[in-house]
Nanobody, 128 residues
Framework: QVQLVESGGGLVQAGGSLRLSCTTSGRAFSMYDMGWFRQAPGKEREFVAAIRWNGRNTDYAGSVKGRFTTSRDNAKSTVYLQRNSLKPEDTAVYYC?????????????????????WGKGTQVTVSS
């Protein structure tokens, strides 16, 4: 059974930093892309960032580019999302997801259908 567990959420002041982690089990982590999404209250879930299975390619939503960085440690089956210069509008539940196809070379990182397993999410609140 594939499981994804996010951690590192919490309350932070605007301008601060926070790193999220997502650990995967039940699947050969190094074979799959990993994505980060978020859902703010009253809004649809949106793409935040993604990293290719080999770690060589990343993609970011325009709203977080330059502030957020995703990375992965395949030995630990863990993906990270380092978030700097946080803004109140970054407040949301953050989810990680694992790609549907191993060794996928497509670039449609923001498509939610690209991912088949999701974590339960971790709340991040940025105060002004």
């Amino acid at each position: 059974q594939v499981q994804l567990v996010e951690s590192g959420g919490g309350l932070v002041q605007a301008g601060g930093s926070l790193r999220l982690s997502c650990t995967t089990s039940g699947r050969a982590f190094s074979m799959y892309d990993m994505g980060w999404f978020r859902q703010a209250p009253g809004k649809e879930r949106e793409f935040v960032a993604a990293i290719r299975w080999n770690g060589r390619n990343t993609d970011y939503a325009g709203s977080v580019k330059g502030r957020f960085t995703t990375s992965r440690d395949n030995a630990k089956s863990t993906v990270y999302l380092q978030r700097n210069s946080l803004k109140p509008e970054d407040t949301a539940v953050y989810y990680c997801a694992t790609g549907r196809r191993p060794y996928y070379t497509g670039s449609d990182y923001s498509e939610q259908t690209r991912y088949d397993y999701w974590g339960k999410g971790t709340q991040v609140t940025v105060s002004s």
